[in-house]
């Protein structure tokens, strides 16, 4: 009797926020396009609380803003904000893979490894896209994690959201998983050999890469759309 345990059912609100964020993700609601919050409630054949509950989560992470007549946008990056969260990303992971690099046992490092190898698989056998980005997301966020350090994995986390918006912009153009998968390669090899200064040289190197071609992503996407 001691191991039973009840299950409680998801929130409403809750598999709301995962479905809206998942659309963002997906493409199936557009940088700038409108969320109707009536509409999504109609659709479901549930009240407005859940609907507007799981908007404010998103608000808070940046995926959505509510202009001034609470109409409901979904987040379009300017270069600006690309620029303001690739600096902070450069700062604060820097530091981190820095730290991991001094601080991480063996078992650790082959962790970071073994996702290196996952991707590397995942690209040979032209596995889908979010796969992909997935398993990049994971690199960073395990040299992170094994920082020990809550402060700085809370500050990351903070964006996370928009950092993985940005991934998905960021894997668009060829060869773009075999190039971001060389430059995390240069940074593991780093890693390995213990050396920090260089881990974390090699890290800014690869976000300043990043932020260069998203950029450009971006004035393609201005140039192109009607």
Known sequence: MSDFKIEK???YYEQFYHSIKKMIFE????PGERIIETQLAKEFNVSKSPVREAIRILETEGLVTV???S??????PTIKDVEEIYFCRMALESFAVGLTTTISTDTELA????TLKQTEQAILHSEEANTIITLNEQFHNLIVQYTNNRRLQKQLNDLKSLMYFFRIL???GEGRA???LSQHWDI???MKKRNAEQASKEMVEHLKLDLSHLIGVLHTTETTEP
Do not use: A, C, L, W
């Not at 109409?71 to 379009?76: A, G």
């Open 9 to 11: 059912p998801t929130p």
């Open 27 to 30: 493409g199936k609601f557009k």
């Open 67 to 69: 202009d001034e007549k």
């Open 71 to 76: 109409r409901v946008i979904v987040y379009e």
């Open 111 to 114: 962790d970071i490894e073994s």
């Open 170 to 172: 960021n894997f668009q």
């Open 178 to 180: 075999d190039q971001i």
């Open 188 to 190: 593991f090899s780093q």
